[in-house]
Each structure stands twice: as C-alpha cells, then as structure tokens.
C-alpha cells in the first residue's frame, strides 16, 4: 500500500461515522417531510436504502478503490446530490430542506474547504432539480410541528458529531507535529539528539550560564579508531557499534545530562550544573566503562574512547568559543595517545 492509498483510506474511514450518523438522522427528516405526499413504495425503498444501506456501501466502494481519496470525493459528491433529490422530493418544504442542505454543506466543508462546497451546491442544485421532475410535489408546503419535532434530532446531533470529528483530526494532527518536531530533532541511526538539535541546545545552556552564573560542563567524545572498525568489519557492524554505545553513554552520565550525535563517531555530552571535578569523574567512568565493553559480535574488538570536556567560563565570548575548547581538548586526548579524558585549560576565546 503506498502512502497516498493509505491516506485515502483513511479520509474514507474518517467520512463513514459522519455519513452513517447524518443519513440514519435525515431518514427520519424527510421521512417526516414525503408522508403527507404520499409517494409510492418505491419511493420508501430509496429512502431506506440511502439512509441505513448507502453509508455502508460508499465506505466499501472507496476502501475497494485503486483510488480511494478520489473514490471518497464522489461519495461526498454524491451526498449532496441525494439530500437535494429529497429536497426536490418534499417540495423544498421549508424547515426539513434547509436542515437536510445545510447539514450536508457543512460536512462538506469540513470534509474538503470550499472547493468541494461549490461541487456540493452544484449537486445538489442538480438533485432538487430531478426531484422536482420526478415526484412533482406541491411547492413549499407549510412545515408542521410533527416535520419540526422531526428535524430536532439531526439538528442537535450532527453538528455535535462533525465537531466531535473534528476535534479528533486536531488532536491527530497535533500529535503527529511533535512526532515530527521530535523526528526532526533525533538522529535516526543512533536515537539521540542530532547535530542541528545539538547546536540549539548548547546556545540555550550557553545562554542560561552567561545569565544566571551557572555552572556546565560540555564534552566531546570521539570512538578511538573507528574508521578501522568499519574498514576491516564493514559499515553495518560499525552502524552496530554507534547504537550500542547510543544506548550505553546515558546509563554511566546523570539524568540531566543530555547526549547527542555530532556526527561520524562523534558524541556531544552536556552537563549542566556540574563542576569540573564531578564531569571528569563522571567521563572517567564512562571511559572505563566503555574500555570494559565488549560487543557480543565482535568479542576481541577493544573500544576506548577519547573524551575533551570544557567547563563554561565568562571569558568565553560564545557558545562556539565553548565548543572550541572542548575541541582542543579532544584534540589534545587524541595527540596523547588515545583512550583518555582531557579537560580544557581555559583561555580567551576569539569565538
């Protein structure tokens, strides 16, 4: 199924509890609104058929479509041309024709703006038409209290239904905004928070240390050797490896801390409120835990890392003079040897 069938699917799947509710309801309507004409029996069967049988057979014809959107889109169509032909039916009796149309362009409103609104009018100028010859009723017969006590129920249930609908689609499509926002925000290898992301995040923290005075520390971390990893084994165990130590990274750092992708086989960590002293400690760990690591497929590849950590300091003149000496100092942890945590000698930034 591709995804423009999937979405017709689904809109016809949205209009089917609409169409069931306003067709049961306006069976009644304009049940209310022919039986002073008297029509023949055939006339019933149509009635019944449209209002308990039709909603159920435009949901299959759309469901069974190659083109399920476009399927739906006639169905709407159709709609209007049926509720103008019992309009054409009673006369265009006043109250019950004006409930039965203005329901139906409303829902279509809802269901595709004012394009398909002019498609609606269309059809169901062209249905009153045919009913108006078929039948050939008295114009606008007067509404009685039994026709006005008929046209109650579609007239306080439906719109309540539409809005109900609507309110779901909302709250859908509200939902699916943070999935995107949080899609857009994540690296789709690893799970944690990517590159773009990463940059925001450390202006805001940047930000929040320059005003309120306090203390962060920021690290990089770098896989030693990882680009012999993905030479001898192949991209897929190296793809491997960056997830595993994804997942592993936040269970060695506090809750606060935040981690995110840099990019390649490079790790970001952020950790606010903590002082120089607690981040290495903590980095330490975290490097021992990772030299302890082995991959259950890959048993004899030993993984170290080198990490650089750079405390916030007011002579930093931007949130990428922080990141800079972070650099440096992985930098300086890569130069020594590899497997080691480095941290930053504070220096004035030109950043």
Not at 30 to 40: H, K, N, S
Not at 114 to 131: D, E, N, R, S
Not at 255 to 262: E, F, H, I, N, S
Not at 279 to 298: F, K, S, T
Request: charge should be positive.
């Amino acid at each position: 199924m591709n995804q423009r069938t999937g979405k017709g699917l689904s809109f016809a799947k949205r209009m089917y509890p609409p169409r069931a509710i306003g067709t049961g309801l306006g069976f009644f309507c304009v049940l209310i609104g022919l039986w002073p004409l008297q029509p023949a029996w055939w006339v019933w069967t149509l009635l019944g058929l449209h209002g308990f049988v039709w909603p159920h057979l435009a949901y299959q014809i759309a469901r069974r479509s190659r083109q399920p959107f476009v399927a739906e889109q006639r169905n709407l169509v159709f709609d209007g041309f049926a509720g103008g032909c019992w309009a054409g039916a009673m006369g265009l009796n006043p109250l019950p024709s004006v409930i039965i149309l203005s329901m139906i362009a409303m829902d279509k409103i809802a269901a595709g703006g004012w394009h398909m609104l002019v498609k609606t009018v269309i059809a169901q100028v062209l249905g009153i038409a045919l009913g108006l010859w078929l039948y050939a009723p008295p114009l606008f017969p007067p509404t009685t209290q039994a026709q006005m006590l008929a046209c109650l129920p579609i007239l306080l249930i439906y719109p309540m239904a539409i809005g109900l609908i609507c309110y779901q689609v909302t709250v859908q499509l509200g939902q699916h905004k943070r999935a995107l926002a949080r899609l857009s925000q994540t690296d789709s290898l690893t799970g944690l928070i990517n590159h773009g992301a990463w940059k925001d995040l450390l202006t805001r923290e940047f930000q929040r240390c320059r005003r309120a005075d306090q203390a962060s520390v920021l690290a990089l971390i770098d896989i030693d050797h990882f680009k012999q990893i993905n030479d001898v084994h192949g991209h897929l165990m190296g793809d491997d490896i960056l997830r595993t130590l994804s997942a592993l990274l936040p269970t060695h750092l506090r809750k606060t801390d935040l981690v995110a992708r840099y990019g390649g086989d490079e790790f970001c960590v952020m950790l606010p409120g903590a002082g120089l002293a607690q981040a290495e400690e903590i980095l330490e760990r975290l490097r021992q835990a990772v030299e302890c690591y082995r991959h259950p497929d890959l048993p004899e590849q030993r993984l170290s890392l080198s990490i650089g950590i750079a405390a916030y300091g007011a002579h930093q003149l931007s949130a990428d003079g922080w990141l800079h000496e972070a650099d440096m100092a992985l930098y300086q942890a890569k130069s020594a040897g590899r497997n080691r945590v480095v941290v930053a000698r504070s220096q004035p930034s030109a950043a």
